[in-house]
């Protein structure tokens, strides 16, 4: 139901856009991110009326966004660090706060000179 794309591989400094497209209009939709050795945490979420949640690592440097026509969701990542470096998950679900229970398949981003 969540069709994710836009990782890679990019320099210290660098920008990158994930997309996220559900195949129906969900409440609030997000993205969670894993690095290798470490648990799946928050980077942001926003609802359908444009509520957001961010992660302090992501503040001031990440914004996320949505098209409610397209039920797709945006994550405008700039300024990213090597400690980005990650599989960054789309997650859908009922609340900004909580995981919600879809995700999509992991895309990886990759920071490093």
């Known amino acids: 139901q969540l069709q994710a794309s836009g990782g890679g591989l990019v320099q210290p400094g660098g920008s990158l856009r994930l997309s996220c497209a559900a195949s129906?209009?969900?409440?609030?939709m997000g993205w969670y991110r894993q690095a290798p050795g470490k648990q799946r945490e928050l980077v942001a979420a926003?609802?359908?009326?444009?509520?957001?949640q961010y992660a302090d690592s992501a503040k001031g440097r990440f914004t996320i966004s949505r098209d409610n026509a397209k039920n797709t969701v945006y994550l405008q990542m700039n300024s990213l660090k090597p400690e980005d470096t990650a599989v960054y998950y789309c997650?859908?679900?009922?609340?900004?706060?909580?995981?919600?229970?879809?995700w999509g398949q992991g895309t990886l981003v990759t920071v490093s000179s």
């Open positions: 129906r209009s969900i409440f609030s």
């Open positions: 926003i609802s359908n009326g444009g509520a957001t």
């Open positions: 997650n859908a679900g009922s609340s900004i706060t909580f995981r919600g229970a879809y």
